[in-house]
Structures are given as C-alpha cells and as structure tokens.
C-alpha cells in the first residue's frame, strides 16, 4: 500500500500497528539467507497525478505514494499496481543506500493489482539479489514473513504473520474482479503495499490491501494470481483476465435438480443468463446445466476442488489466459455435450471499476459538455455517491448487465453539466442528463454523438434526453461563433478526448 | 420535494389533562358561546400502518389528534393525513363531556380531505355548520381555530401571505394553497386546524412549519370541489391534466418551434398513457390557453384576483372528471382548438403508488418466498434515508416513472426476501426481484401471481425474475406442508391477502 493514496485511506487506520515485527524473527535461517532477502527487497517512491473526471481537460494536483518492491529474474522489480498507478515519476532505493534510482513501468495490471519496474540504469542491480517464487500456495496455518517499508523509512521492517483464510475478495484497487487472496493475521501497513511475503525464503505473495474493520488482517496477492501475471506480459501486452460471463444457479435445491432432471448421482449448476459480448454467450445457452469445467465436476454449489481444496468454478478461468479455452461437460434437452469456449475479453463499454493510467474521454461544445457514464464519473457526485447520485445513473451503472441495458445503449452519454455561457443560457442548469439522440440520430457512443453534431446541416443542434425532459435547442451559428469564446474563458485546452 | 414537514408535538399530555377533566366533571359548555359557535371539533385518531418489510404484520399502532368542523350534511371535514390508516375514531365537541365515534365517509389522499360521519346525532346538538367562503385576498387576516387544553376555542391570529399552486402533504400532485404567516407557538401546528375570516371558513391547515411561522392551507375552493366530487353514486375525485409541460422562454427554442417570439405557452414533454391528454396532445405541441386563460411562458396564467397561477390550477380548481376543457395549442405551425375530456389520476393510475389505499396490504407468501407490491411505503421501510438507501432499481422506476403504467403492467410485484425453509434451500439469498413471470405466465398485478399458480408447469412452480432472468422453482406436491411449517415457525397466520 502506497502512503498518500486517499482512495484507500482504510489503511491509515492501521498505521504502525505491527512495528514489533522489527526483529527478524529467527526461523532457522542462517543471517546469510536474510541478507539475500534484504538486497532483494526495494523501496518504491511514486509521484502521480490522477485527471479530473470533473474538468476531463485538467489534471487533478500532484500526490506522493510510497511502497516496496521485489527484485524478480531479469533486473524486473515486482509490486502492487496502486505503488506506482498515474505515474509521473518512480524512484527506487536499496536498504540503507539513500541513492534513488529511476524507475519506468514495464507492465501495470489493475484489475489484479501488479506492476512490473524497469529501471533505466542496470547498474541498479550489481550488488542485488534475486528472490524466485515456490509456486504451491501456502497451507493454513503455516507462517509467513512480509517484507517491506511501512510508514517510509529507510530501514526494512519484517512482520510474521499466519495464512489465516484463502479466499475471494473484490481487489479494491480497481474494484473490478474478484480473485483468490491469503489473508494472514499479520497488519500490512502504508509502505508495506508491494512487498514480498516469503516463506522459506521464496515469494508466496505480494502483500496489497488490508480489511478496514478488523485489525491485524492483510491481504496478500497469492502465486496463482502473480503468475497469471507474468504470463499474460510473456508476449509484451497485458490482456487481463478473460470475461466468461456465465450467470449460474446453483442446484442445491432438490425440487430444481427435479425440475431441470439432473440425472441421479450427477452434480452441477444451471447457466441462468449469459452476458453480452463475454466469451460464453452464443456457445452456452440459457437453461444448460454444467456439469464439469476442463474435466472437474462442478459440485451443486457451485465449487470444484482442485488440490484437495475447494474453489468456485471460476478459478479455472482465473488460471487461463485471454486465448485459451475452457471445456465444459453440459446436459442441454436432455443430451449430455461438450462445449468448447474460447476465452476473450468484453468490449468493456460502461467501466464500472476505478480507472487508471486513463484519459477520460468528454466532448464539449457551446459550453455543453458530455462524458460516458462511469465509476469514475458517479464519483465526481461529491461524498458518497452511492448515496447521492441520480436515481437514473445509477439504475442504468448497476443494471447495466442484469436488465440487459447494454443492448439499448452501449454507452451511457450524459449531458454531466454545463459551462454556462450566452448561447446556453436557459440550459445551463441542466445536469446528469442521458443523452438520447442528437438531431435525430440515437446516440450509442460518443463518437456517435460527435458525428451527430458535426455531421448536422440544419440551423438548429437538437439534443433530446431519456426522460420526459424537453430538449434542448441550440442554435448552430451562435455555437460557432461562440465555441472557441467559451473554450478560451474556462480554460479548456481542447474540447474532446475521444478514445479510438 | 415535501419539504415541509408536520411539526411533531407530542400531543399526549393534552389527552390526559383532558381525560382528568371529564372524570372530574368540569363543565365548560357555556365557556365556548361567546366563540365562534361552528368553531372546530377535536378528532382522535389511533391508528395502525402496514408494516411493508412483513406484509403479515402491522406496525405499532400510534395515535394522533385533529380537528374538524360540521358540515350542514352533519358531517365532519377534516384532512386527510388526520384520518389515515385509523383504527378509531373519536370525535369531541368543545366543552364536550364526551366522545362519539366517527367513521371515514369519504377521503382523497390527493387533496388530503375527509369527510368524517357520526353515529349519534347527538353530537350535532348545539353545534352550527360552518359557511365555506372562497373569496380571499393577500393581506387577509384569518383566525386558526384550535381548543386550548381547558376546551376553550381560542382563534389564533394570521395573515394571508401567498395564493399559489404546492405540493400536498400525501399526494405527488399540485394544487391551489394559500400560505399564511402564524405562529401556533409551543402547541405546534398543522392538524386541520380550521381557518376562518371573521365567521367564513376559509380553508383548512395541512402543513405547519415552526420555524418559519408558515402554515399551508388547503383553500376553501378545493374543499368545496371536494365536496362536490361526493356524488350520490360514488366519490369522483380531481381531474389531473395528464401531461408533462416545461416553459418555453428561450427564443431559440421557441425559433425552433416556429413559434412568435413574444407571447406565452408551455411546452407538452410527456403525455400520461390513458391520462386526460391522451389522444389529443402530443409530445411537442405548445399549450396556449385553459379555458381562454392564456398561459405564459412559464407555464402561469393571470387570476383576475390574485395574479399569476400556475396552469394546473386552470384543470383542478374549476372542473370536476369528466367535464370538458377548451384548450388552444401549437402545433407544427398551426394554432388549434382542442376539446379535452378530463380524466381522474387516481392511486389505480400508478405504476407505484405513491400512498396507501388505507386497506390492508396484499401480499402472497408461497414456499417461503413473499410477494407484494412495490410501493412508495414499501421504499419508505427503508428507513429515514429510504431515498438513497433503498434498492436502485426501485428507486429509479420510483422517480421517473411511478405514475407511467406500462402497457400491460399495472404494477411492479416483487419478491420481497425468502423466509428460510428447507424447501427453499439453495435460493435464500435472493431477494428485492422483480417477478416477471410465474409458470410462464407475465406478472403485473398480485392478483396475477395467485391465477398463475393454478396453471403449474407439471409438478413445479416457477417463478422468473427480471434481472438476469434468474428463476427458481418450487415442488407442488411438498408445499402445502412446508407452508403450514413455515406458518408456525414464523408466526404467519395467513399466507396470502
């Protein structure tokens, strides 16, 4: 966990709770092997800035995060992604050595919380060394050591913990997916996000979040995660997880395993729905029941056990690569089948998670301004903004997928405010908007949006909203003569981002 | 938008001094004759909610006190909000030794009115009914009659400060209300204290707001047309106008309509399916004039009286459902003359009603799983912050399209939560979904839900829902068992109503 990083300001609530950890605990391991780990460990200094969602043309102020590294074969150091997100400026340092180096990201993976540094002069590495992975996860109960820099500081601190739990949690860096996490009783403090967590002086993880209510919890990114990683950036490109999108229903119910005439002695789940544009859908249909994932019997619950240990469904996907396949054993009318699923990624169009490295996109004209509707969006709503939001945004951000919304609007527009100015003067309090056509064309993207005003030969713009709100009528000529005025008095250096 | 809020004041102390004073004896009788004689009566209520999270169940009852005056049909006006949800009924009469039970005659959450109806005649002894007087001006001093804990009527004194069309206290809906300045002091306000000029009942108190010394009135004019809409073959409320409109300032926008740039109207944005401008406005058309009552671009038009009034007022105040309203429109360049049918928009109108129907809740709980409604008071149950708590897609259809029934959708049924049963294992999770279909069969109404279930797909039930069409299905032949389970282990006494 980076220092300074206001998103997850859970972590400050646990500042300092573990700084006993300091003495290297003696596991009977020689003063050798911890000074191997010691010249393996780094300290990571990252200087970000985050772009408005707000004013989409500026950049919010500067801030400073600190966090830890781990040097991995080929002169790479290995971190969280929220250590070094929205770079500017990366500077690495060595236990006790106070000369910065600089550091570049190779490879930043949200959505699982990782990143690769590169650092621009190998000379870094002449007196380092190198710490390998063992690629079993750890078993419960047994102890782990988190290295790291909590709190800044120049000296590392090491901190024992026990694997208490492995399980899913929502990676809250990008509040995008679920994935396996060991929770260890050991607190991970700001500073400490990034570290290595070894034991037998292997890396078993990389410590990243903690649990805000409870104290002494931290989570740690497990080997399976880290490795679905590094090998997803083998081919130069990370792709991300790919995106099933199977909704089951599970079959404990005996009445439904009746109904759907699960043969007896067979377990499995029924694919309610499908989602848009995931990999399942055309290939899957609703109402199969699934009945094993790559040759594992899918329990009425939903898991698999792989390893002795029980696990949804989903963790053989968490373990493919955006190409791969998945095979699944289905019984459809009766006939039992297999069904070959290619694994892809969605187009992604509403972002329901936190963005970063991102420019968002908006375009503006005669002071109108228009944005897609996301998370990044939602949360310009100041405070809580679940709470405070407009109903319609958010029915239309959480149902996206469940009442098939996607399928009428791709992407959300939203007239989000207005630069007020001559030529909108009776509009300049609307707000929070969703745009639905524009001199009558439907607006599905904002690309289509731009055309639609761009395109449009007629002497009035036209924009019409969901809802029973009267449009808004702009006159073409005076946006012309006006645009460049409005731009200029509020600063706007230009009036569209516009992603291809 | 209902800002202002009833003044809570404990009103129980006052029940008790009162109850002392009739096992005492006291009379009072002739303290009240040197008052208004058709001054208020006092009404208490018990009263009793739904209790929508456990539709089976009812909330705590609670009480509240009112006031009412005598009507010459020996009947009692009072508000609405007074008698809602009532288990009893008390009336009481100044100096009164003694309560007389009431019952609702007639009520409109709308308008927030009620007509209370008296058993004993006796009550009506010494009593005169009040003159209702519809002339009022700005300026105008009143009097709120309330009756002091010693039974004394006293005349609080006020002033007309505002004639204009608000929001009501129960209903989404808009009418005429006059705003007063007052100060009820420490006894708080807003009961239905009857206002009066000089001996004319001018109308009566909905809302009360301490803080700024400022009481809505419910005027003497709704009250009347209120009265009116009491036919002898049954109550035919308010009309509503059936549209959406926004002002049409903007020159460019009125350019672009082709409208001349001087002049007045309102622009129609959404017409209510089934409503009173179905079938003769469309969307785009620009309202001129109401009853030749020009309307200006901001949607008022001018009393001859009192000034600028919003337009609705031109389609509740002055018409009664059913009647006929001329209106001139703009439409692709041409003025026209419409006729416009009125029509009620009524609770039955809503796709969620805003308000209880005052009956108790219909609800069906089958293998565990409990049905109902969505409702405004259901959201409500979400608690004092219900409008952002609730569950998004409640609120989403709450806000912008409760009164919009779709076709072939009266109401939105949903499945509340699952009472844990072993024959609902594997589903307890699922809860606040929106029920599409039972056995196939499309959902719009409770009534649907139990016609659906006589028509089972083979030996099962099954119930879909809407998001991600989840669906869950429950065995016929174990049901009526594990209801009966259910029934006794929850304290459920009847599964459906």
Redesign the interface.
Same mark, same amino acid.
């Given at each position: 966990m980076s220092e300074g990083n206001n998103n997850l300001s859970a972590w400050f609530l646990l500042l300092f709770a573990v700084i006993s950890g300091l003495v290297i605990p003696a596991i009977g391991r020689t003063e050798n092997a911890t000074d191997r780990i010691r010249s393996a460990v780094v300290k990571i200094k990252n200087i970000s800035q985050r772009p408005s969602y707000d004013s989409p043309w500026e950049d919010n102020d500067f801030s400073g995060g600190r966090g830890t590294g781990v040097i991995i074969t080929g002169n790479r150091i290995l971190t969280s992604a929220h250590v070094v997100s929205d770079s500017k400026y990366i500077e690495i340092e060595k236990e006790n050595s106070g000369t910065p180096y600089r550091g570049v990201v190779a490879y930043i993976a949200h959505d699982c919380d990782l990143a690769i540094i590169e650092l621009l002069d190998p000379s870094f590495f002449e007196d380092t060394t190198v710490l390998s992975f063992n690629d079993q996860i750890p078993e419960l109960g047994s102890l782990v050591l988190v290295y790291g820099f909590p709190s800044g500081g120049r000296r590392i601190s090491v901190t024992r913990g026990v694997v208490s739990r492995i399980d899913y949690t929502l990676y809250s860096h990008s509040a995008r997916d679920y994935h396996l996490i060991l929770q260890i009783d050991a607190a991970i403090n700001p500073g400490n996000s990034g570290g290595p967590v070894l034991q037998d002086g292997e890396i078993v993880g990389i410590a990243f979040q903690a649990v805000q209510p409870s104290e002494n919890v931290g989570h740690v990114i497990p080997i399976t995660v880290i490795e679905h990683f590094l090998d997803d950036i083998k081919d130069g490109r990370y792709d991300g997880y790919p995106d099933l999108g199977i909704v089951t229903s599970n079959l404990l119910n005996p009445a439904y395993r009746d109904y759907v005439n699960l043969p007896e002695g067979r377990t499995g789940v029924v694919a309610s729905a499908l989602v848009d544009d995931h990999s399942a859908i055309g290939i899957i249909q609703p109402g199969d029941i699934i009945l094993s994932i790559d040759g594992n019997p899918i329990g009425n619950d939903g898991t698999i056990l792989i390893d002795g240990e029980s696990y949804q469904l989903e963790e053989v996907v968490e373990r493919k690569q955006v190409g791969d396949e998945v095979v699944f054993d289905i019984i459809r009318g009766g006939e039992e089948i297999s069904c070959r699923v290619p694994l892809s990624k969605n187009k992604e169009l509403l972002k329901t998670w936190k963005e970063y490295e991102e420019q968002p996109e908006y375009f503006l004209l005669g002071g109108l301004l228009f944005q897609p509707l996301s998370l990044e969006y939602l949360k310009t709503w100041m405070g809580d903004w679940w709470s405070r939001s407009d109903p319609r945004l958010l029915y239309y951000f959480k149902y996206y997928n469940q009442d098939k919304l996607c399928r009428e609007m791709p992407e959300v527009i939203l007239l989000s405010r207005v630069l007020a100015a001559r030529v909108n003067q009776y509009y300049s309090d609307l707000h929070d908007l969703v745009v639905k056509d524009v001199n009558g064309v439907r607006i599905l993207s904002l690309s289509d949006l731009v055309s639609a005003f761009e395109n449009h030969t007629g002497p009035y713009h036209v924009i019409e909203f969901d809802g029973d709100f009267p449009p808004c009528v702009l006159n073409v000529e005076d946006v012309k003569k006006e645009n460049q005025r409005i731009l200029e008095r509020y600063r706007v250096s230009r009036d569209r981002y516009i992603k291809k | 938008m209902k800002e202002q809020v009833k003044q809570k004041v404990d009103l129980t102390p006052i029940f008790l001094v009162l109850g002392v004073f009739l096992m005492a004896g006291s009379v009072l009788g002739g303290g009240a004759s040197d008052q208004v004689e058709n001054g208020p009566v006092r009404i208490e209520v018990t009263y009793q909610e739904n209790n929508y999270s456990s539709p089976w169940k009812q909330k705590k009852a609670g009480s509240r006190s009112g006031y009412g005056c005598v009507l010459s049909s020996k009947r009692i006006l009072t508000t609405a909000d007074i008698v809602k949800d009532s288990t009893m009924i008390k009336l009481e009469k100044p100096g009164g030794k003694k309560f007389y039970p009431g019952r609702i005659e007639v009520i409109d959450y709308d308008v927030d009115l009620a007509v209370v109806s008296v058993e004993d005649e006796s009550f009506f002894d010494g009593l005169t009914s009040v003159e209702i007087d519809q002339r009022i001006r700005i300026d105008q001093p009143v009097k709120f009659m309330v009756m002091e804990n010693s039974n004394k009527i006293r005349g609080i004194p006020g002033e007309i400060v505002k004639i204009s069309v608000e929001n009501y206290f129960l209903g989404p809906d808009k009418y005429l209300t006059y705003g007063a300045a007052v100060n009820f002091e420490d006894r708080g306000g807003g009961w239905s204290e009857p206002v009066f000029s000089g001996d004319k009942l001018i109308g009566l108190t909905m809302l009360y707001s301490g803080k700024k010394q400022y009481a809505t009135i419910i005027p003497a004019s709704i009250i009347n047309r209120f009265l009116a809409a009491d036919r002898p073959g049954g109550y035919i409320g308010f009309p509503h106008h059936g549209f959406?409109g926004?002002g049409v300032?903007?020159p460019?926008?009125r350019? $672009?309509l082709q409208l001349p740039p001087d002049g007045g109207g309102l =622009?129609i *944005? *959404?017409i209510y399916p089934g409503g009173s401008a179905d079938g003769v406005l469309q969307e785009g058309d620009v309202l001129f004039s109401v009853d030749g009552f020009p309307i200006d671009v901001d949607g008022y038009y001018t009393d001859p009286d009192w000034g600028s009034i919003e337009y609705r007022d031109l389609f509740t105040r002055f018409h009664s459902p059913g009647e006929e309203i001329e209106v001139e429109i703009f439409r692709g360049g041409k003025q026209l003359k419409k006729k416009i049918k009125l029509a009620r928009l009524d609770r039955s109108n809503y796709l969620i009603p805003p308000y209880s129907s005052g009956e108790p809740l219909e609800y069906l709980i089958v293998g565990g799983l409990i049905f109902q409604e969505l409702t405004a008071d259901y959201l409500k149950d979400w608690g004092e @912050?219900w409008q952002? @708590?609730a569950n @998004? @897609?409640y609120? $989403?259809y =709450?806000? $912008?399209h409760s009164r919009r029934p779709e076709p072939g959708r009266n109401r939105i049924i949903i499945l509340n939560k699952i009472l844990p049963d072993r024959?609902?294992?594997?589903?307890q999770g699922m809860s606040d979904l929106v029920l599409a279909e039972v056995n196939g069969l499309p959902i719009s109404k409770i009534g649907d839900v139990k016609e659906a279930l006589k028509h089972p797909e083979k030996?099962?039930y099954?119930f879909t829902f809407?998001?991600?069409?989840?669906?869950?299905?429950?065995?016929i032949d *174990?049901l009526p068992e594990a209801d009966r389970r259910i029934g006794e282990q929850y304290g459920i006494s009847r599964m459906s109503r």
């Open positions: - | 959406i926004a300032r903007d460019v926008f350019e $672009y =622009y *944005s *959404s @912050k952002t @708590k @998004k @897609k609120l $989403y =709450y806000t $912008y024959i609902n294992l594997g589903y030996d099962f099954r809407e998001e991600f069409d989840q669906e869950l299905v429950l065995p *174990s």
